[in-house]
């Protein structure tokens, strides 16, 4: 049974930064393009950055170029981690990681619909 587990989130006040982790159990992370959305309040769940297995390709959505930083680490904790500065009170949102089937994160790596693993999020709230 595959689980991810997010992790690194809290009340940061705005200009602070967070560290989000996730971690996986039930499969070999590292063979897997892994990605990290977020659910604003009243929001539909959007894009933030997508990982291959190799941690070489990175891809970001467009609006989230410059603040947020995905990377992992398959040597030691086989963790997929997001690296969010300069935070925002539009920041806030839960945070999700989600897993690919596959190591690349092609096609569609904005796409929720195509990864198949989901963590249960965790809470990121930025205040003003």
């Known amino acids: 049974q595959v689980q991810l587990v997010e992790s690194g989130g809290g009340l940061v006040q705005a200009g602070g930064s967070l560290r989000l982790s996730c971690a996986a159990s039930?499969?070999?992370?590292?063979?897997?393009?892994a990605g990290w959305f977020r659910q604003a309040p009243g929001k539909e769940r959007e894009f933030v950055a997508a990982?291959?297995?190799?941690?070489?390709?990175?891809?970001y959505a467009d609006s989230m170029k410059g603040r947020f930083t995905i990377s992992r680490d398959n040597a030691e904790n086989n963790t997929v981690s997001l690296q969010i500065n300069t935070l925002k009170p539009e920041d806030t949102a839960v945070y999700y990681c989600?897993?690919?089937?596959?190591?690349?994160?092609?096609?569609?790596?904005?796409?929720?619909?195509?990864?198949?693993?989901w963590g249960q999020g965790t809470q990121v709230t930025v205040s003003s």
């Open positions: 039930g499969l070999t992370f590292s063979s897997h393009a």
């Open positions: 989600a897993g690919r089937s596959s190591g690349t994160y092609y096609p569609n790596p904005e796409d929720g619909s195509e990864y198949d693993y």
């Open positions: 990982i291959s297995w190799s941690g070489i390709g990175k891809y």
